[in-house]
């Protein structure tokens, strides 16, 4: 998928004569698009497998769009990326699909909803946007920005939280939904602290990195 997107963005920037900074942007990008299909088809395949393809697609979506303004923890290749994001998808759905898709008193779920939001409210505030060391975020309009986002984004998934518990009663299999959003929400909020960062360099250092320089 690198190469490809290296000889794509190259072919591009000679028919747009676009100097080779620009191809480098034109280069990430395409990257980045063939790396989130192969994600999607990916955890599409075996979801439908497994009977999760609903959770896994929600967690995806559900992560990917609080990243985009929160930033946080990634891995330093794109095959590490692919096999982490890939199997925390799968096994995050596999949990919301089989261990607590049961009913819960009313009660009690709105109260886990609330705990889990105030939880990553006070995450968010503390750390959001976490940038990298090779995409530094200094410029103070654009950090007040992504935490707007960020904040709106969450508050967003917990009423979403909250209407599906009013509808869960009377439909059981929204419960594994409404956890597939709370497991999102969660697990973007665990990637925005240095726990994760150590994890995903230890796991990168160990099994991907030396395969990805090779």
Request: proline share 1%; hydrophobic share 50%.
């Amino acid at each position: 998928m690198e190469k490809t997107a290296y000889e794509l963005s190259e072919k591009i920037s000679s028919l747009l004569n676009y100097d080779d900074e620009k191809r480098s942007v034109i280069e990430y990008g395409l990257a980045a698009i063939f790396q989130m299909a192969a994600i999607v088809i990916i955890i599409s395949f075996i979801g439908i497998l497994c009977r999760v393809f609903y959770e896994s697609i929600i967690i995806f979506l559900g992560v990917g769009i609080l990243k985009k303004s929160t930033g946080g923890a990634h891995s330093q290749t794109m095959f590490g990326c692919m096999v982490i994001s890939i199997f925390s998808i799968l096994f995050l759905a596999l949990l919301s699909k089989y261990v607590f898709n049961l009913p819960i008193d009313i009660y009690i779920n709105i109260s886990i909803s609330i705990v889990i939001y105030l939880l990553c409210i006070a995450v968010f505030y503390r750390l959001v946007p976490v940038d990298c060391a090779n995409k530094r975020i200094t410029k103070p309009e654009k950090i007040n920005r992504l935490r707007r986002q960020s904040f709106i984004i969450l508050t967003v998934y917990f009423i979403l939280t909250l209407i599906l518990i009013s509808y869960a009663s009377v439909h059981v299999g929204l419960y594994s939904i409404l956890f597939s959003i709370r497991f999102a929400m969660l697990w973007q909020t665990l990637m925005l602290t240095r726990f994760a960062a150590s994890l995903i360099n230890d796991i990168d250092s160990k099994l991907f990195v030396k395969e990805g320089k090779t």
